[in-house]
T-cell receptor, first 110, second 115 residues
Framework: QKEVEQDPGPLSVPEGAIVSLNCTYSNSAFQYFMWYRQYSRKGPELLMYTYSSGNKEDGRFTAQVDKSSKYISLFIRDSQPSDSATYLC??????????FGAGTRLAVHP | DAGVTQSPTHLIKTRGQQVTLRCSPKSGHDTVSWYQQALGQGPQFIFQYYEEEERQRGNFPDRFSGHQFPNYSSELNVNALLLGDSALYLCASIRGGQGIVYEQYFGPGTRLTVT
């Protein structure tokens, strides 16, 4: 079993839809939870991070962490074609080592 | 302020050959990590360099080795290339040995194709 599980999709939604992306993990020691966005042939860029449990909102994006269920989510409101990318969840191990999910490919069509 | 830079952008090698990839960290960062991202997969941690030493290593064979220079730049070397080594190789940098994990920045990657 992988430490971090993420449905690879692809996910296709119409412009303006609410998108829900999710990951599950097995290591209860994880404290930092990140979401990265990766455009084709580019490096990942940090979208949001959360420390421990709870919610965090930034514009159209909301990150949620439920440590009791070992489940994290990213919600995108009013999705735009420019949101089309691969979304990677990541958790921090020791010495800032990141453990990534497989990534979910999202396509937002006009 | 330049971010993380990597060279070359892409290259093609033949099975059995050796390859060296290069990374310059973001200004002010002194710790460099390398990741391998196979097509359709998330990045996998290869190893991390801090103070010119390998501090932590992921589940990769000894064919993968690295180096960090006094100016904090780093190289990743892969010997005896296999077809399965074809991937995007990402470099990430962070400030300080115990820098805050979400302040880790990634470079654009080097795409390696092994034929």
């Amino acid at each position: 079993q992988k430490e971090v599980e993420q449905d690879p999709g692809p996910l296709s939604v119409p412009e303006g839809a609410i998108v829900s992306l999710n990951c599950t993990y097995s290591n209860s020691a994880f404290q930092y939870f990140m979401w990265y966005r990766q455009y084709s042939r580019k490096g990942p860029e940090l979208l949001m991070y959360t420390y421990s449990s709870g919610n965090k909102e930034d514009g159209r994006f909301t990150a949620q962490v439920d440590k009791s269920s070992k489940y994290i989510s990213l919600f995108i409101r009013d999705s735009q074609p420019s949101d089309s990318a691969t979304y990677l969840c990541a958790m921090a191990g020791g010495y800032n080592k990141l453990i990534f999910g497989a990534g979910t490919r999202l396509a937002v069509h006009p | 302020d330049a971010g993380v830079t990597q060279s070359p952008t892409h290259l093609i090698k033949t099975r059995g050959q050796q390859v060296t990839l290069r990374c310059s960290p973001k200004s002010g960062h002194d710790t460099v990590s390398w990741y391998q991202q196979a097509l359709g997969q998330g990045p996998q941690f290869i190893f991390q360099y801090y103070e010119e030493e390998e501090r932590q290593r992921g589940n990769f064979p000894d064919r993968f080795s690295g180096h960090q220079f006094p100016n904090y730049s780093s190289e990743l070397n892969v010997n005896a290339l296999l077809l399965g080594d074809s991937a995007l190789y990402l470099c990430a940098s962070i400030r300080g040995g115990q820098g805050i994990v979400y302040e880790q920045y990634f470079g654009p990657g080097t795409r390696l194709t092994v034929t």
